[in-house]
């Protein structure tokens, strides 16, 4: 018997692969972290989005992509493996909470953005700030009907860590949805891992989703992707945060994403990612959080 977790690994950005935030999977997975994983004892699979390029443009593609990362997780839990997605796009972990198809899932998320915009407030065309929206049942509802096991998700328990890139608009919606948010600032120091850990105690977060943009890393570690902001986290406060959340929720999914190695340090981001992965994963396993599979 042994603990396991499937890498799906999807390395793409709006259905391109190998483009822009695509890469960052890549070099996570170059970098070592299928090694690092083994050190704990784990037993790694690892599962690779196949190409999608016969399907209609950026939206057409970036959907067959949600349904097939929905059918992923499916079939890891199924195998009592858990999830961990390497994606360009932050909309995988639409994808995933579809493919847990846990009813009543919470979610945790390490983001500098909302990812919360619908059609109708979007100032920038980025499609993929849009995944939220989506899982909520409020944009593109014909086509995330076909995306495995969708149902409209209620966010009365999301947790926001690190969430400051936003215009009042966007800011407005959060507050609306009802989410809640360990928000960071340019203009004074915030205590990320005391403020995380007090929202963790206000009420559950079991089962979660838990979801890492790359991007929550204050600016001054260069830029992660083409959307840096200060008053983000420190390395180190990150990989406190990431080692609390086993310990005050049950986590069932883990997204990595939103990361261009080629905007910056590549290494450099790459190597903490792995870092914060490897923390999070020996907590889930002090929790006793990982199943065992034979």
Known sequence: MSISITIIFSPYHVGLRDHRVGNGPHRILSLGITKELESLGIQINITEIDPVDDFEGEIGRSFEIMRRISKAVTAAVLNDSFPLILSGNCMASAAAACGLKIKDLAFVYFDAHDDLDSPDVNENGYFDAMGLSMLRGESWKTLMSTVPGY?????????????????????????????????????????????????????????????????????????????????????????????????????????????DPNAGDGDRIAKIAICVIKAFCKSLIDANLLQTCS
Not at 173 to 197: N, P
Not at 222 to 238: H, I
Request: charged content about 25%; overall charge negative.
């Open 151 to 259: 149902q409209p998700f209620s966010y009365e328990r999301f947790l926001y860590c690190g969430l400051r890139d936003q215009s009042e608009i966007q800011k407005q919606r959060v507050l609306d949805a009802g989410m809640q948010a360990v928000w960071g600032s340019s203009e004074q120091k915030v205590d990320f891992v005391k403020e995380l850990e007090s929202q963790l105690c206000k009420q559950s977060y079991s089962p979660a989703l838990v979801h890492l943009d790359l991007d929550v890393l204050d600016e001054s570690y260069g830029k992660v992707n083409d959307y840096p902001s200060p008053g983000g986290m420190f390395e180190d406060e990150l990989v406190a945060c990431m080692k609390l959340v086993p310990k005050a929720a049950v986590p069932r999914s883990l997204t990595v994403c939103s990361f």
